[in-house]
């Protein structure tokens, strides 16, 4: 349910951006010490941190509305069922949505998946759509910067169903290369699927002429929005896609919930995807029809503390102000763009200018190991990542093994910017 009391709590001072100070008090993990360091947290791509408004919200649901959804008419029973629904609306209007359109999954992976299992050759439990229908001889569009999550249930469909994978490749700057989107998106494509923001180069994504393009040829469009709804003003009426990916967990939310949005009849056109409980219309031993959506592809108990989490994460970021959310996540890359570029031997990967970018910069230390890397940023309380980010492709393009991320949130500050910056001239020092 909404919270105004949280959403008062949360609100920064008008007028003035993000109070980010009063913001981090919200949340204790950035009081720890790491290794005897204070925490510098710049992993926030991967998972942010959790405010106490969604905690405290989470615990009165357990404290007082335990019970399971969508099935009694007990007084708990209708509580719980209340609190999940309410989350559901509170979710969508986030994102411009309606409440009916927003299907809770447990991460943007399933999510993807979900969508995937919809196409094949057609007749899949009594649905068959032609929109849905793949095989050989059609096609399947994403890019090159796709984070495996929405690149590996497309190669696993394209391998069941004898359609062709295909890719916008990328240009040496971490852009998308558009010029030749027509050849590559044409009469034989039936989906065009690719990220918002980039996850390892932070690069924001044009929409607007992928989907036009997709019009024209007839394909239906899926976002995967995991890095741009927590960072930025999301409007799915805007975009004009078909389909949109997102999860709690990089949006301040728990972890264990996510959110597919599609229009409301591509959704009641699509199957099934899990079978069980409460998703379906009537059964019988020989047969069985289906719910509605959202209901159709939540079958058994859903995670329901977790939509009430997620529920008042959205209060909270909304509270904050995503353009201003927007707005500190450029002005951090900025500054950590210019401060990266000043070390010897560091090469930066993703556009040069930190208006085309989300809140994050990747990077390579020539000569020195990212694990090794790491270890030293950990012991100085700098919490990064390192690896290929679920994004093998991406490093493979662009010659290199791993990267480094720092990624960062509303909670972020441009002391902390600075902290990575000597950190990383620590590891130059202790490595190189």
């Avoid at 411009?96 to 447990?106: D, H, L, T």
């Avoid at 030293?376 to 990064?384: N, P, R, S």
Wanted: proline share 6%.
């Amino acid at each position: 349910m909404p919270c105004e009391e949280l959403v008062a709590q949360a609100a920064p001072a008008a007028g003035r951006g993000l109070d980010v100070e009063r913001l981090r008090a919200d949340f204790p993990n950035l009081r720890r010490r790491v290794n005897g360091r204070r925490l510098v947290y710049l992993d926030s791509a991967n998972t942010s941190q959790t405010p106490d408004q969604v905690v405290a919200a989470m615990g009165r649901h357990h404290r007082r509305h335990t019970s399971n959804v969508g099935r009694s008419v007990n007084t708990l029973a209708l509580e719980a069922t209340a609190a999940y629904e309410a989350a559901r609306a509170r979710v969508a209007d986030f994102v411009g949505a309606a409440s009916g359109e927003i299907v809770f999954a447990k991460n943007s992976t399933e999510a993807i998946n979900l969508v995937a299992h919809a196409f094949g050759p057609g007749g899949t439990g009594g649905f068959d759509d032609p929109r849905l229908r793949l095989g050989p001889g059609d096609e399947v569009l994403v890019t090159e910067m796709e984070h495996h999550s929405n690149l590996i249930p497309w190669l696993l469909l394209c391998e069941r169903t004898g359609a062709r994978l295909r890719w916008i490749p990328l240009t040496g700057d971490g852009l998308l290369d558009l010029s030749d989107l027509d050849r590559l998106l044409n009469e034989r494509t039936r989906l065009v699927t690719f990220v918002h923001v980039s996850n390892i180069l932070g690069t924001v994504n044009p929409v607007e002429p992928i989907v036009r393009r997709a019009r024209e040829v007839g394909a239906l469009v899926l976002l995967d929005a995991s890095q741009s709804v927590p960072h930025m003003p999301v409007d799915v009426a805007a975009l004009g896609v078909d389909l949109m990916a997102f999860t709690g967990h990089k949006m301040c939310g728990p972890t264990g919930i996510g959110a597919l949005w599609g229009r409301r009849e591509l959704l009641r056109a699509m199957p099934p995807f899990l079978g069980g409980g409460s998703m379906i219309d009537a059964v019988s031993m020989t047969g069985a029809t289906y719910a509605p959506p959202p209901a159709r592809f939540e079958a058994g108990t859903p995670p329901i503390v977790q939509a009430v989490g997620l529920g008042a994460a959205v209060d909270y970021l909304d509270a904050a102000g995503m353009d201003a959310v927007r707005e500190h996540g450029r002005d951090l890359t900025e500054r950590a763009l210019d401060g990266l570029a000043s070390v010897p031997g560091l090469r930066l990967f993703g556009p040069p200018d930190a208006r085309r970018r989300g809140g994050l910069v990747s990077f390579a230390l020539d000569g020195i190991g990212h694990d090794d890397a790491g270890k030293v940023l950990d012991a100085e309380g700098v919490q990064v990542r390192v690896g290929r980010h679920c994004a093998t492709p991406v490093c493979t393009r662009y010659g290199v093994p791993s990267m480094i991320r720092a990624s960062f949130h509303l909670y972020t500050t441009g002391e902390e910017i600075d902290a990575l910056v000597a950190a990383i001239r620590k590891v130059r020092h202790v490595l190189g």
